[in-house]
């Protein structure tokens, strides 16, 4: 995967993916988000979370920035985010409900037990904590290229088009997978409808069909992106307290208005 990331077709999708996951964490508020692997994209860039990390399940292949120079500031990890941590995504080193966003970028895929990754992020996300999900199309024109290489690959020569990963989720299959965790379901698209290709003057030959794609086969586009809401059953939200004070207060006042008028008007009877 981090081989494939590098070639054209790869930062294509990177561009796209970063795109839309800055435009659906910006507006995202708590104190702690997380992303789960693929440090080659910043998916915590725009998000303003005062305790970010970056999780990884294995060490990165290469450093991802460059030593300061002595007596100079520290670049900006790629990233976004401060701090970065090894572990297991299937048992993450969260509390449970302690964290506000998680940010899944082709972690299912890629992870032995989806489920069991999905399970933990549903155990460590507050009640209206929310989950960002980038996933590879399986039913897209790069999976059928992908497919019609193998063969190639099998008959001797030519390689695949997309990388070597697990079994690929669809997107239905992942909003009922989510349904069941008691997620509510968000934002979904799909996008980079170019064929792929192995070089970058022939993917912008292909620009055309991006609007193409987005309006007649939308579903079919190589990778998809969804969020989603850890919804609680029975869970009340109760308004600050400021507002009952005032409204108590409110109901006192009416309520001695009532009083003195109802008196006058017996008086003067």
């Not at 440090?39 to 990884?56: C, I």
Request: charged fraction near 20%; glycine fraction near 10%; proline fraction near 9%.
């Amino acid at each position: 995967m981090d081989e494939w990331l590098l070639t054209p077709t790869g930062r294509y999708l990177l561009a796209w993916e970063q795109q839309q996951i800055d435009a659906a964490v910006g507006d995202v508020f708590g104190f702690h988000a997380v992303q789960l692997g693929l440090p080659q994209l910043g998916g915590l860039v725009q998000n303003r979370m005062p305790h970010r990390w970056l999780a990884l399940d294995r060490p990165p292949a290469a450093p991802t920035e460059a030593p300061a120079p002595p007596g100079e500031a520290a670049p900006p990890r790629p990233h976004g985010v401060p701090w970065a941590l090894l572990t297991d995504f299937h048992a993450l080193p969260f509390e449970t409900q302690s964290l506000d966003l998680v940010i899944l970028p082709h972690t299912l895929e890629l992870a032995g037990d989806p489920h069991q990754t999905l399970r933990e992020v549903e155990r460590v996300l507050v009640p209206e904590g929310r989950v960002v999900v980038v996933g590879l199309n399986p039913a897209s024109l790069w999976w059928l290229q992908h497919r019609l290489s193998g063969l190639c690959r099998r008959l001797g020569f030519g390689r695949g088009v997309l990388p070597d990963t697990g079994d690929l989720i669809g997107y239905w299959r992942l909003c009922d997978w989510l349904r069941l965790l008691n997620f509510e379901i968000g934002q979904g698209r799909f996008g980079c409808y170019r064929p792929a290709t192995r070089t970058e003057l022939w993917l912008e030959r292909f620009r055309w069909i991006e609007p193409w794609g987005e309006r007649w086969w939308p579903v079919l586009g190589a990778v998809y992106f969804l969020t989603a809401v850890k919804r609680v059953r029975g869970m009340r939200l109760i308004g600050p307290a400021w507002k009952r004070k005032e409204a108590r207060s409110a109901r006192v006042v009416a309520a001695s208005r009532t009083q003195r008028l109802g008196g006058r008007g017996g008086h003067r009877a």
